[in-house]
């Protein structure tokens, strides 16, 4: 992409045009949320403004609209992580409730004593706590895959966890403390061999990663809209059609079932057994246009930017004086996660916030990932499609100033 390009791309996203303490914004704060291009906001409005119905159950014009549009929306996500039918794509909140929902109605119903769950030392909170609450009442256990000091995943280690006790294997696409690409084919296989079942967190990978769920093979996918240009509050998790076929459902309520008697109740089809409720459907409509944004500008064209930012900016903050970044070894995502010597990451956030840069730090909700290189957190700088190598230079220029300033 030129710098055209990238500019023309930038007037799609409105919030990133302002000041921020009296500087232009920079926005590196892409793997917590990314920004929303005009497309996915303007979803929104005509939704509110012009279709508002409760959907499926309505007969009237509007109603019809709302469904078809939220309807269109999983069609679309079913090619986007190209699933065999719509009935696998499942609308949640994020991958939070996406995992919540495999260890409610899998992992708590079909694990018992002495079964075991395989999660990796580079894993989120949310893929950690609610295999947690699984075991606590199947009586299941957990064992981790351990991290490598370069930040990948120690796969031999892997390979001696994995036995006939293990059931389910839960692991990230990519880590968003620090932006390593897991060998997810090769785990889904391994797993496979001794008939565990494979859930892949992609909050990470959702808008810098082609998914393909078939050739992954994996049985378990889940994304969070917020993560790829689209809104908060919604995901979608995949399912194996005959895997969710057989799990009883998450939540109770309308539209998840068929036929209720005070005596007896019959659930619905798939994907709905699943969908409880009124759901979020403004943004599962406004979420077609975030994948549609991706599909567009096209994912290798984005990779290959970011890869650029990723290049440039390792480069660069390596090279200030005591840094060091976290998670070099691998094949990552535009994420560059590092401490400075003597100052903490916090006040380092907030220095560089005083100069309108927007990054994060602390521990990214992978405490145990922290614990692992004995640090309390990170600064972590992550990248998106309409981040620039200006921008780099502007995160540098500050960062210089604070070690400069700490010192
Ligand atoms: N897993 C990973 C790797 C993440 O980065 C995040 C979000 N930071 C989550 C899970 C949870 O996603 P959400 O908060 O959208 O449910």
Redo the contacts with the bound molecule.
């Keep these: 992409l030129t710098e055209l390009d990238i500019a023309r791309l930038r007037e799609q996203f409105p919030v990133l045009n302002q000041q921020v303490n009296g500087r232009d914004l920079v926005y590196l704060d892409n ?3 990314s920004q929303k291009p005009r497309a996915v906001i303007n979803a929104l409005v005509d939704y509110y403004t012009g279709y508002n119905a409760n959907i499926h159950r309505g007969i009237h014009t509007l109603a019809e609209k709302a469904t078809k549009t939220y309807e269109q929306t999983r069609e679309t996500a079913k090619q986007f992580i190209n699933a065999a039918t719509t009935e696998e794509i499942i609308f949640t ?7 919540n929902l495999v260890a409610s109605s899998y992992a708590k119903v079909f694990l018992t004593k002495g079964d075991e769950i395989i999660i990796s030392g580079l ?5 950690i706590v609610p295999w947690q609450l699984a075991c606590g009442s199947n009586g299941a256990s957990i064992k981790v895959i351990p991290v490598k000091d370069n930040g990948t995943l120690d796969i031999e280690a892997y390979k001696a966890l994995l036995s006939n006790k293990t059931k389910l294997v839960a692991v ?1 696409h ?3 403390s620090l932006g390593t690409i897991n060998p997810v084919k090769e785990i889904i296989d391994l797993a496979h061999e001794v008939g565990a079942v494979v859930l892949i ?1 992609g ?2 990978s959702g808008a810098h990663l082609p998914i393909d769920v078939q050739a992954l093979d994996c049985d378990f996918y ?1 994304l ?1 809209a ?2 790829m240009y689209g809104p ?1 509050g919604t ?1 979608i998790l995949y399912g194996k059609k005959a895997l969710l076929e057989k799990m009883p459902p998450y939540h109770g309520g309308g539209e998840m079932i068929k036929e209720v008697s005070f005596e007896k109740t019959t659930y619905n089809d798939l994907p709905y057994k699943f969908e409880a409720g009124t759901p979020n459907i403004a943004d599962v409509v406004a979420f077609h246009y975030a994948m549609t944004f991706i599909l567009e500008t096209g994912r290798e064209v984005m990779a290959a930017h970011e890869h650029d930012l990723l290049v440039y900016a390792t480069e660069r903050i390596s090279q200030l004086k005591g840094v060091k970044i976290y998670g070099t070894g691998a094949e990552k995502l535009s994420v560059v996660s590092f401490t400075v010597d003597g100052i903490h990451p916090f006040d380092i956030g907030q220095m560089l916030d005083a100069r309108g840069i927007a990054v994060r730090t602390g521990h ?2 992978t405490q145990p990932l922290m614990d692992r290189f004995k640090i309390e957190g990170t600064v972590r700088a992550s990248f998106a499609i309409y981040n620039t190598r200006k921008e780099v230079d502007q995160l540098v220029e500050a960062l210089e100033r604070v070690i400069n300033f700490m010192k």
């Design positions: 793997a917590a949320t909140r994020g991958v939070t409730e996406g995992i894993e989120h909170h949310s893929n990230n990519a880590s968003n967190d909050a990470q889940c969070s917020h993560k908060t995901g990214h909700c």
